[in-house]
């Protein structure tokens, strides 16, 4: 949207996605990054099975602040947590202060995820949301995630019918997810 509100403390949205086959619904803590909230963003890490570190590609203090939130990210979240890099505003190519290869790389040394995005154009937005989960759903299918542990960040919904989100040790496949 043109016009939109700033994220003051920490937003929160649902947003549903298919892995393979799998109908999953994410809770979305948009945490804002400010330095302000710091200690009271550090909860929300706890239960998280993702993580996505958002910085401007238009201003290089963002990209500088990714070191300080990807330690608390790690220090105060399960070691499973899949994090991801994002370099948002592509849109803005002729404003850039950091480069790709500089976002890719600090990606590749911290061995995480990257993409650039837009918000405003929507380029590559559901692709990270979906990157994400699916990354979560492997992890879960080859038991690293163990759904039975409440620090995960992963709930199973109740048994209705429909889909499910069976664990590694999961041979009955009964059960939803999240």
């Known amino acids: 949207m043109p016009a939109h509100d ?15 086959d799998q109908r999953v619904k994410l809770q979305i803590w948009d945490t804002a990054g400010q330095e302000s909230f710091r200690t009271i963003t ?25 070191s300080t939130w990807l330690e608390d990210v790690r220090q105060h979240a ?4 899949v994090i991801m890099v994002i370099g948002n505003k592509s849109d803005l190519e002729s404003k850039r202060q950091v480069s790709r290869e500089e976002g890719e790389r600090f990606a590749e040394e911290n061995n995480l995820f990257f993409m650039e995005a ?6 590559n ?4 949301f979906n990157k994400t ?7 879960i299918q080859s038991g690293a995630i163990d759904l ?6 992963i709930k199973l ?9 069976p664990s590694a040790n999961s041979s009955s496949g009964s059960g939803g997810c999240c």
């Open 6 to 20: 700033l994220t003051i403390g920490v937003g929160f949205g649902t947003r549903f996605v298919d892995v393979n």
């Open 42 to 66: 550090r909860s929300y890490y706890r239960g998280a099975a993702g993580a996505l570190l958002v910085y401007d590609i238009t201003r290089r203090d963002t990209f500088q602040n990714l």
């Open 78 to 81: 399960n070691p499973n947590t």
């Open 118 to 123: 837009s918000a405003k154009s929507a380029e």
């Open 125 to 128: 937005v559901e692709e990270a």
């Open 133 to 139: 989960a699916e990354t979560i759903y492997k992890k």
């Open 148 to 153: 039975s542990s409440e620090s995960n960040g």
């Open 157 to 165: 919904a109740p048994p209705q019918g429909g889909s499910s989100l």
